[in-house]
């Protein structure tokens, strides 16, 4: 009695149980409710990852049509929060309006907030799946200056977020397919990652009775960091930065240098000791947008191309097991989109949203939840008195 088990960063803690996500870091392997990454990535869109992830099978034809449809009815959001917007500096950074958009979300839908009703907890599963397309894109008019684009349900999810980017009212955005589907792809590889920083943080919210937005807005906080979900922001700042394939030695030099605090980023997973699988298919992604849109020539990701090839020579990357991660081909793809870079941890908060709600979901079926409560180990003073001063 009295003693607990000291683990920083949580190296082998489970805080949970869950029947979500399998994750293999030494072999590889990931699987949504049972089915390999490579499988739903190849077969499947993101709509339908999401009805996997929240309900635990694949929807039938009718189910997966219903589901859809669900999703398009909500995807507007409520007058009175563009306001909210126009409160923000033009330059604000898209995560900082995405902490408080979403929060905010909970002032404004009353029908979905009593968690301890599976029906509120469906429809904000519903409205937060349906408005985070609309409310990151509207991040983006904002730093613009252009209007808002209302969204257009004859779309697909993916070309409905490029819409909404790149649209204006003056000239309609036309989709091109393959760039819709690398969204889609996109979207579809990060839904889920099991008990990531971001994820465990929404568990965490949600544990103490938090109410879905408000959790979501926690996991948008933690997922911002450059070590989560601001690496693909990251990746592209560092590829900037080393400018030149001739510079690429020097940062590969300073990576390794253990008094430096630069580490090449886009590199490196706590779970993967091989080959993120995520990773794979967004290489083979990154190649068709690339081939798409004539790009094999830029010089960004000319510079992306070698380091790859060099780090994964490298001994000291060899010896760590420090692969690419999916965040170093989701920037170079999303850059080759079109989309800023500042928006592109916005995007992976997007695409997450449904894990974290369906890991939110998970913990309140549970009949053993309970509020999470770590404990610490304190090395700090032993009692000691006020001095008379
Ligand atoms: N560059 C250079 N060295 C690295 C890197 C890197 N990107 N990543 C790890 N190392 C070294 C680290 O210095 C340590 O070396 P040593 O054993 O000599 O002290 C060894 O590899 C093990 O690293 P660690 O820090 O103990 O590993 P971790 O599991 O705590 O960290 C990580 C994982 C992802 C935070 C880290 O690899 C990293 O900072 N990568 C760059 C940021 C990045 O790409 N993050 C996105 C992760 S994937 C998306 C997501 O899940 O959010």
């Given at each position: 009695k009295g003693l607990f088990t000291y683990d920083p960063g949580f190296m082998s803690t489970a805080s949970c149980d869950s029947q979500i996500t399998f994750i293999d870091g030494d072999k590889g392997i990931l699987l949504h409710r049972g089915y390999p990454i490579e499988q739903l990535a190849e077969?499947?869109?993101?709509?339908?990852?999401?009805?996997?992830?929240?309900?635990?099978?694949?929807?039938?034809?009718?189910?997966?049509?219903?589901?859809?449809?669900?999703?398009?009815?909500?995807?507007?959001?409520?007058?009175?929060?563009?306001?909210?917007?126009?409160?923000?500096?033009?330059?604000?950074?898209?995560?900082?309006?995405?902490?408080?958009?979403?929060?905010?979300?909970?002032?404004?839908?009353?029908?979905?907030?009593?968690?301890?009703?599976?029906?509120?907890?469906?429809?904000?599963?519903?409205?937060?799946?349906?408005?985070?397309?609309?409310?990151?894109?509207?991040?983006?008019?904002?730093?613009?200056?252009?209007?808002?684009?209302?969204?257009?349900?004859?779309?697909?999810?993916?070309?409905?977020?490029?819409?909404?980017?790149?649209?204006?009212?003056?000239?309609?955005?036309?989709?091109?397919?393959?760039?819709?589907?690398?969204?889609?792809?996109?979207f579809l590889l990060h839904a889920d990652h099991e008990q990531n920083a971001s994820t465990s943080t929404v568990r965490l919210a949600g544990s103490s009775g938090a109410n879905p937005f408000a959790c979501v807005a926690s996991g948008i906080a933690a997922l911002w960091g450059p070590a989560h979900g601001g690496a693909n922001e990251a990746v592209l700042s560092m590829l900037e930065q080393i400018g030149d394939e001739e510079r690429i030695p020097e940062f590969i030099e300073r990576a390794k240098d253990k008094d430096d605090p630069f580490r090449l980023m886009g590199f490196g997973h706590r779970v993967y000791k091989n080959f993120d699988p995520r990773a794979k298919v967004m290489k083979q992604t990154c190649d068709e947008v690339l081939g798409e849109l004539g790009l094999d020539n830029d010089p960004l990701l000319r510079i992306a191309k070698r380091l790859e090839q060099i780090a994964l020579e490298d001994p000291y990357f060899v010896e760590r097991k420090l692969y690419p991660n999916v965040d170093f081909y989701s920037g170079i793809i999303l850059k080759a989109i079109g989309i800023p870079t500042n928006m592109f941890t916005v995007i992976f908060a997007l695409s997450r949203t449904i894990g974290w709600i369906a890991h939110w979901h998970e913990h309140h079926s549970s009949p053993i939840a309970r509020i999470g409560r770590p404990r610490q180990l304190y090395l700090g003073e032993k009692k000691r008195d006020y001095p008379e001063r």
């Open positions: 077969k499947s869109d993101y709509l339908e990852v999401c009805y996997l992830l929240m309900y635990g099978e694949l929807p039938s034809a009718e189910e997966k049509e219903h589901f859809v449809r669900t999703v398009k009815k909500h995807t507007m959001v409520h007058e009175q929060l563009s306001f909210f917007y126009r409160g923000f500096r033009r330059d604000a950074h898209p995560m900082a309006i995405m902490c408080g958009v979403v929060g905010a979300l909970s002032a404004f839908y009353h029908d979905s907030l009593d968690i301890n009703d599976s029906q509120h907890r469906e429809i904000a599963a519903f409205r937060l799946i349906s408005k985070m397309p609309t409310l990151a894109a509207m991040c983006y008019k904002y730093s613009t200056g252009q209007p808002f684009m209302f969204p257009r349900n004859d779309l697909t999810y993916a070309e409905n977020f490029l819409h909404m980017m790149f649209g204006t009212p003056c000239e309609e955005y036309k989709p091109n397919p393959i760039l819709a589907n690398a969204m889609d792809r996109i």
